[in-house]
């Protein structure tokens, strides 16, 4: 019963399908908000550092503020390894066969999606806004501007496509939890069936057919031959 359909997931052992995974439209939001992160992380980490041209040191291309740009490689490198993990869950997802363990499975999928996309809306409203503050002077020939711009781009993408991992995920867990067949207090009908007690047909006061009192002696004399055995027949 727990590994038939438990959580969107079909019967545990099953042999995988690549087909079918990458059909799913999980999979697909999850390898968009892995590019999206490369593509962030690749941005910020090759061209968001910049340097005037009468100093040396490099400075975040957001305003002169490392912390943008701190921000902006370290979700990248997060989201990434994120979704790698999320991937291989899905891989490994149907072959739990605990709905207890599937139900946690669900409800991290649904509570980390939401969280990266509440972070990918700080990351967007944070390089947003730096780099609107951006001074003309630190930067004049305005290097690192289309990666920036890439930057800011795919971070307000990457709000929805986690946001759409975590409504996705919560359709998966209300699949589960809605679901009769799945009911933790689900019982066995044959192990209810051992456990009853038989009951007995009749009284408990029933005569025994052989040696009773009454009528009974005087019928088996008149069915039965004493001396053969056999029931007479008269004709």
């Known amino acids: ?13 099953g042999a995988f399908d690549p087909v079918s995974f990458f059909q799913q439209p999980q999979t697909g939001l999850r390898i968009v908000s892995w590019l999206f992160s490369i593509v962030i992380f690749g941005c910020i980490a090759n061209e968001g550092y910049v340097n005037r041209p009468d100093e040396v040191e490099e400075f975040c291309i957001f305003n002169r503020n490392q912390n943008a740009c701190n921000y902006g490689v370290f979700m990248g490198a997060m989201a990434f390894l994120c979704c790698v993990a999320f991937l291989a869950l899905d891989v490994y997802f149907p072959q739990i066969s605990s709905v207890k363990d599937r139900k946690k499975a669900v409800l991290a999928d649904v509570g980390l999606s939401a969280f990266w996309s509440l972070m990918w809306f700080v990351g967007f409203c944070l390089l947003a806004n730096q780099w609107q503050a951006t001074r003309l002077e630190d930067n004049p020939l305005m290097e690192g501007g289309d990666a920036a711009r890439a930057a800011i781009t795919f971070s307000f993408f990457s709000i929805f496509t986690w946001a759409g991992q975590a409504f996705l995920g919560f359709q998966r867990y209300q699949l589960g939890a809605d679901s009769a067949l799945f009911s933790q207090e689900y019982t066995d009908p044959s192990q209810d069936a051992a456990g009853a007690p038989y009951s007995s047909f009749g009284g408990e006061d029933l005569e025994s057919p052989v040696g009773g009192a009454g009528g009974g002696g005087a019928n088996s004399e008149g069915a039965f031959d004493g001396t053969g055995g056999y029931q007479r027949q008269d004709y």
């Open 1 to 13: 019963m727990e590994g038939m359909q438990a959580y969107g997931a079909g019967k545990a052992g």
